[in-house]
């Protein structure tokens, strides 16, 4: 981890310093497979390790600095390395170099089926979900009341959650990752670009967890919703870095090369 840092006068609160994210691709040895990833003009380096196996740079010196305030965009083409990022700063990813500062509690909004075990009843999983968000038993059982009135699922929640339908278990699922105030809030595309009953129901919480963060990062090809959401931009292209500034800037440098 990195020491504890600031950035002119305001304490770092997440922090990555030349992160580098290599993938072995096991298998790799027919040459229809190399070609096919050698095409990919948007996929990372592809190099071979001391076991000669294809290796993929998913990430490269990849270092940003983020103070309490900050919303970062994450702008790129698929295959740029925007999701990768996003789980290293949540801790998926380990770095194979580099290194990684986070001050205070990661809310990731971008798997949460994490911990959902069909077999328990809805609120058995909100227990166990707010647990691995690091909340205490006692935090959950005040939040509990709260939560299950958002899900809308009644006495659906004493029933196992093998029994829900997908729409029901993103209620469930959605409403715990967000029953407290965030610190780093980590947010992948699909939050802003899911079903639009689903977000016609949670647009007001999702605004009210965003405003409360301290730190947002945010990947997106919404450049509408970057722009509205966000103050700084950073265009990530092969895993590597091609610009970090303010939002317009970033949106404005990338839009003159896709369009």
């Keep these: 981890m990195l020491q504890p840092q600031d950035v002119g006068s305001q304490q770092v609160i997440l922090g990555l310093d030349r992160v580098n994210v290599s993938f072995p691709i096991y298998h790799g040895g027919s040459r229809s497979l190399k070609k096919a990833i050698l095409s990919r003009s948007s996929a990372g380096r592809i190099a071979r390790d001391a076991n000669d196996r294809i290796m993929i740079d998913a990430l490269r010196d990849v270092s940003v600095s983020l103070v309490s305030g900050d919303r970062l965009a994450l702008i790129g083409a698929n295959g740029a390395g925007k999701t990768t990022l996003l789980r290293v700063m949540a801790g998926i990813y380990e770095p194979v170099s580099g290194s990684v500062q986070i001050r205070g509690r990661i809310s990731p909004m ?145 839009q003159g090369t896709v369009t």
């Design 110 to 254: 971008f798997d949460l089926g994490l911990g959902i075990d069909t077999d328990l009843s809805g609120y058995d999983n909100i227990r166990i979900r707010g647990l691995l968000l690091g909340l205490s038993s006692q935090e959950i059982e005040q939040l509990l009341p709260g939560i299950a009135e958002f899900t809308a699922l009644g006495d659906y929640l004493d029933m196992p959650v093998r029994t829900y339908s997908s729409g029901m278990t993103l209620r469930l699922t959605f409403a715990v990752a967000t029953c407290f105030e965030p610190e780093v809030l980590l947010m992948d595309e699909w939050i802003v670009a899911g079903d639009a009953n689903f977000l016609n129901k949670a647009h007001e919480r999702i605004n009210s967890f965003v405003q409360k963060a301290r730190v947002l990062v945010l990947a997106s090809h919404r450049l509408d919703i970057c722009r509205t959401w966000c103050n700084k931009g950073l265009w990530m292209e092969r895993g590597q870095v091609r610009l970090l500034g303010p939002i317009s800037d970033v949106i404005e440098a990338y």
